[in-house]
Structure formats: structure tokens, C-alpha cells
């Protein structure tokens, strides 16, 4: 069965510092994954997905994420973190890119400090 | 952008009753989706809709559940007998190549 490890419940970077949002999945096949920001209260934004092809991908708001199947992850990454990223972040992995469920970590909340 | 709506945003119900939440997806995706959070937990898949039939649902997704697409635009999910487990944000998502979700119905049961 699919499914996802986010091991950081919580982090906490200094705005203008680097990010890196750590995600493991389990998935007998070639996955597709999927990085999703949740601000409080609000729905769920897609920022990038990986399908095929090259390992890095960009997203939207300067994120990317690279996809590393020797390692089973697909970590989040951003260079230079804004105030307003301040949310929570979910990885999810798909068995394809259209049809059936998603399998999602249990998050990983951004705190950015000033 | 198109975007992925749902309503209402906030519902409010009595344990025992019916509830109908209600999406559009985005107009040209062919697969629909409902998810839903309990408070504090994993966004957990429901219901995969395809072609006017369920393709695929969860064990959570049972006989109180059943979803509709009525007409060329809405997509909804029906909760018949609320329970307060039931209480959770509901997400609609609509697939093209990575699946978009709307903003949630906040449901509470009391």
C-alpha cells in the first residue's frame, strides 16, 4: 500500500533563510507526487507535482522539489523563505496523474520567525 | 485561473440529519474527488467519480455516503444520518495532470 512520511511535525526557519521540507513515500511503482500548501482555513494549493522526466521540478511561489528514488523522497525546497509562507505543507503520492485517491503525509507545519 | 468552488463554506447540522455539499469543478477535468480532514488529522481520500460512476472509494465512504453529479457542472457529496465523527473539512478536487481542490466545506455535526 501507498504511503507518505513527512517526519517534521514542526519547523521553524528565519525569514530570507533557506527551507527544506523533508517527505518518504512508500510505492511499489513509479510514483507521482505532489507538494500542497495549506494556509489556516483556507484549501489546499497544488505547488508542484513530479510525473516523469527531469528529477527536479519547479513550482510555483520558488519552490522546487527533487525526486530521488534511490532514496524514496521527494523533498520540498526553497532558497529564500518569505514571512508569507508561513503554513502547512502536505506531501501526496498517486498511482497516476488522473485518476483515484491520493495518499497524503501528515503535513509538516512552516513556522517563519523575522 | 479556473479554480475549484465549493458550498457552502461552513455548515452547520444536527446529528441525525441530511447534508448536501455542493462543488464545481474545474470545467474541462474529467475526474472528481472528494477528500475530507478531521480536525488536527491526514487529509483522507473518499470517492473517486469518473464517467458518472464512483471509480474508486474508500472504506470511510459507506452507505451514508453517495455523490452526484446532477448536471454538466455541479458535483455533489450527500451525507445522509450525520454522525459527529462526521464533523471535518470536506474537499472537492478536479484532475488534469495533478488534482486541484477547492477551498472546503467546514462541516459540524452537533
Known amino acids: 500500500a501507498q504511503s507518505v512520511t513527512q517526519p517534521d511535525i514542526h519547523i521553524t526557519v528565519s525569514e530570507g533563510a533557506s527551507l527544506e521540507l523533508r517527505c518518504n513515500y512508500s510505492y511499489g511503482a513509479t510514483p507521482y507526487l505532489f507538494w500542497y500548501v495549506q494556509s489556516p482555513g483556507q484549501g489546499l494549493q497544488l505547488l508542484l507535482k513530479?510525473?516523469?522526466?527531469?528529477?527536479l521540478v519547479q513550482g510555483i511561489k520558488g519552490f522546487e522539489a527533487e525526486f530521488k528514488r534511490s532514496q524514496s523522497s521527494f523533498n520540498l525546497r526553497k532558497p529564500s523563505v518569505h514571512w508569507s509562507d508561513a503554513a502547512e505543507y502536505f506531501c501526496a503520492v498517486g498511482d497516476w496523474e488522473y485518476g483515484n485517491k491520493l495518499v497524503f503525509g501528515a503535513g509538516t507545519i512552516l513556522r517563519v520567525k523575522s | 485561473e479556473p479554480e475549484v468552488t465549493q458550498t457552502p463554506s461552513h455548515q452547520v447540522t444536527q446529528m441525525g440529519q441530511e447534508v448536501i455539499l455542493r462543488c464545481v469543478p474545474i470545467?474541462?477535468?474529467?475526474?472528481f474527488y472528494w477528500y475530507r480532514q478531521i480536525l488536527g488529522q491526514k487529509v483522507e481520500f473518499l470517492v473517486s467519480f469518473y464517467n458518472n460512476e464512483i471509480s474508486e472509494k474508500s472504506e470511510i465512504f459507506d452507505d451514508q455516503f453517495s455523490v452526484e453529479r446532477p448536471d454538466g457542472s455541479n458535483f455533489t457529496l450527500k451525507i445522509r444520518s450525520t454522525k459527529l465523527e462526521d464533523s471535518a473539512m470536506y474537499f472537492c478536487?478536479?484532475?488534469?495532470?495533478?488534482?486541484?481542490f477547492g477551498p472546503g466545506t467546514r462541516l459540524t455535526v452537533t
Open positions: 470545467s474541462n477535468h474529467l475526474y
Open positions: 513530479y510525473f516523469s522526466g527531469d528529477t
Open positions: 478536487a478536479s484532475s488534469e495532470q495533478g488534482k486541484y
